[in-house]
Every structure is written in structure tokens, then in C-alpha cells.
């Protein structure tokens, strides 16, 4: 399996917008779910958003009315618009993909090797 490749992360100030893409591989051939995680050292990786292939979304609590996820189906990606940014935004975050196995039985996840968002005055 090949991993996901984020890009997009930098310095943004508070209340500032940022947007992160991934490329997705065009062999990935049965996807249940991409989406953005987020991990702070020392601390849990959270979810941030994920999109369903059917279109469905969740987001996290924190970022819900800030962030939204969405899905270019022509450029191969998955994108996450980050608005009124905060500095508890702070995170490596990581793009992921659920796929299904080839059978169908089970599901497994691949993951990008993140990129880091900072957010500071």
C-alpha cells in the first residue's frame, strides 16, 4: 500500500484560514472513508473530519462550524479548509484512508506522514 501525501501546513495567526490537501493513490481501489486526524505530542491522534463514500461527514467536536472536509474526485484528493483558526488548532495532522479488505470482510487504514499546522501570533 502506498501512503497518502498531505500538504498545505504552515504558520497561520489566530482567526486566520489555512487549507491542507492529500493525494490520494489511484490504486486505492475500495474506500470506506478518508479524512484528517490531528496529534499533539505527548497526546492522542483525534479525529478532525472524515467523508464517506457516499458523501456522509463527520467532524469533531472541536472544529465542527470551522473546518470543512470535501472530496475532488477528478484531482484525486481530500481536502480540508480550516477557518477562524486557533491555537489549540496546533497539531501535525494526518491524512487517512479506510478501505476495505479484498474480500470485504474487514477494514484497514492507510496513513500520510503528516504535515504541521501552527497556529501563533
Known amino acids: 500500500q502506498e501512503r497518502l501525501v498531505e500538504s498545505g501546513g504552515g504558520l497561520v495567526q489566530p482567526g486566520g484560514s489555512l487549507t491542507l490537501s492529500c493525494a490520494v493513490p489511484?490504486?486505492?481501489?475500495?474506500?470506506?472513508?478518508l479524512g484528517w486526524y490531528r496529534q499533539t505530542p505527548g497526546e492522542e491522534r483525534d479525529l478532525v473530519a472524515t467523508?464517506?463514500?457516499?458523501?456522509?461527514?463527520t467532524y469533531g467536536a472541536s472544529v465542527r462550524g470551522r473546518f470543512t472536509i470535501s472530496r475532488d474526485i477528478a484531482a484525486n484528493t481530500v481536502n480540508l479548509q480550516m477557518n477562524s483558526l486557533k491555537p489549540d488548532d496546533t497539531a501535525v495532522y494526518y491524512c487517512?484512508?479506510?478501505?476495505?479488505?479484498?474480500?470485504?470482510?474487514?477494514?484497514?487504514?492507510?496513513w500520510g506522514q503528516g504535515t504541521q499546522v501552527t497556529v501563533s501570533s
Open positions: 487517512n484512508a479506510n478501505l476495505r479488505s479484498l474480500t470485504g470482510y474487514w477494514d484497514y487504514d492507510v
Open positions: 467523508i464517506s463514500s457516499g458523501g456522509a461527514i
Open positions: 489511484r490504486n486505492f481501489r475500495s474506500i470506506n472513508t
